[in-house]
């Protein structure tokens, strides 16, 4: 199983910009589709986007898309998450998750799909 560390949460002001990271150990990283979620206080944990194994090929919500940017190093073992003007209603932990590659590019989006996971960074956007 691989091990996930979340890192570049923090307090922004609206319209401002973070970048998260996650980086993976214990198993080989490119075996894995990723993805980053977030849940709000009172809320269900949701999908915010998801990248294949090769990185080809992305997956956004509707709700960051334009926004926020998946991508991912190989080389590196590492995630990232590029989040761009940045709104209230962003403001959540947000995890980073794994799942061994399958036949389909990236398939569900659903956190029942993902078996790995971070232990959060908190992003907090201010009015």
């Known amino acids: 199983q691989v091990q996930l560390v979340e890192s570049g949460g923090g307090l922004v002001q609206a319209g401002g910009s973070l970048r998260l990271s996650c980086s993976a150990s214990g198993r080989t990283f490119s075996s894995y589709v990723m993805g980053w979620f977030r849940q709000a206080p009172g809320k269900e944990r949701e999908f915010v986007a998801a990248i294949s194994w090769t990185g080809d090929t992305t997956a956004h919500a509707d709700s960051v898309k334009g926004r926020f940017t998946i991508s991912r190093d190989n080389a590196k073992n590492t995630l990232y998450l590029q989040m761009n003007s940045l709104k209230p209603e962003d403001t959540a932990v947000y995890y980073c998750?794994?799942?061994?590659?399958?036949?389909?590019?990236?398939?569900?989006?659903?956190?029942?799909?993902?078996?790995?996971w971070g232990q959060g960074t908190q992003v907090t956007v201010s009015s």
């Open positions: 998750a794994a799942k061994p590659r399958q036949r389909t590019v990236i398939g569900g989006t659903e956190p029942a799909d993902f078996g790995s």
